[in-house]
């Protein structure tokens, strides 16, 4: 069995830590203020580290599932970095969700090093993660992907190879887009038919009736008929930063991206209105309750 190391035990990577664990393979992690807590993984048998370099210079397969890449550059080519400790021949997976220029250039950094690298963004929520059934969108040399294929099935049911190393990226940054813009429509929809006296469980039945049904109203109907948030358990902050990160390939590849202003602008004001803990299905609440009609 590989020895696998993980960086950013967060509510994602829980799920893929717990699963690796399962499956039988050695799992080492990076001890981190912004982890969940690591006690049950440590009685599984997991072992920690307090530098990436030392983590990685102990595994064959090193993931990666940080908030964005900022944090991904400095975990691997900051102070006391990753890239300090890699041993030759060993693979980077990156599992967060990146820029797709910043994931490139990372890649260009690891095989300098003598590593191997693959971006492999995730789709799918906390609970999936924690059931071991994410989805995967990898961007990577098909050798490498068939060998990784079998460890990435620890903890994914669905796996896409999308195109080279930064296709992944791309890919996850699509769908966000997609299913983040939906969010939003349907959030600014409900906030409307709040204030125009519309009963939640008429709107609720009849957009699943018809052409508003869907995975995007599912996860917010929770919200919808209970104001229960655990249907998009996703922090508004990170919202913005997908959008954003979306924005920024389009412009790159200059694509139109008219639409996607006005979602970020509309996950801004939801941002804006609380904290970094503020969930997704809140902006409903947040939209409701400015009465202006004004998104700026």
């Known amino acids: 069995m590989q020895k696998i190391g993980l960086i950013g035990v967060g509510l994602m990577g829980h799920g893929i830590a717990t699963n690796i664990l399962k499956h039988g393979h050695s799992l080492a992690l990076l001890e981190h203020a912004g982890n969940q807590p690591l006690d049950g993984l440590k009685a599984a048998g997991a072992t920690t580290f307090t530098r990436a370099s030392e983590l990685a210079a102990a595994v064959d397969v090193l993931l990666l599932c940080v908030t964005g890449s900022p944090q991904v550059e400095a975990v691997l080519t900051g102070a006391g970095g990753a890239l300090e400790g890699l041993r030759a021949g060993s693979v980077v997976i990156d599992c967060s969700t990146a820029i797709p220029a910043s994931t490139e250039r990372m890649a260009a950094t690891v095989q300098a090093a003598g590593g191997r690298f693959m971006d492999a963004a995730m789709t799918r929520t906390p609970k999936e993660a924690a059931e071991g ?164």
């Open 133 to 296: 059934r994410l989805n995967l969108l990898v961007g990577a040399e098909p050798a490498l992907f068939d060998q990784c294929r079998p460890l990435l099935a620890c903890f994914a049911e669905n796996i896409t190879l999308c195109g080279p190393v930064g296709a992944g990226h791309r890919m996850k940054l699509l769908h966000n887009y997609v299913s983040l813009g939906s969010i939003a429509l349907l959030a600014e929809a409900a906030a409307c038919a709040e204030r125009a006296h519309v009963a939640p469980e008429v709107l609720v039945d009849v957009l699943a009736k018809g052409g508003g049904g869907g995975v995007a109203l599912e996860r917010l109907k929770p919200y919808l008929l209970a104001k229960d948030t655990s249907g998009l358990r996703f922090a508004m902050v990170n919202a913005v930063k997908d959008i954003g990160y979306y924005s920024q390939m389009a412009q790159d590849s200059g694509a139109a991206s008219a639409i996607a202003q006005g979602v970020r602008q509309t996950f801004d004001v939801g941002a804006g209105a609380g904290d970094a803990q503020t969930l997704v299905p809140e902006l409903v609440s947040i939209l409701a309750a400015r009465g202006d009609g004004k998104v700026l």
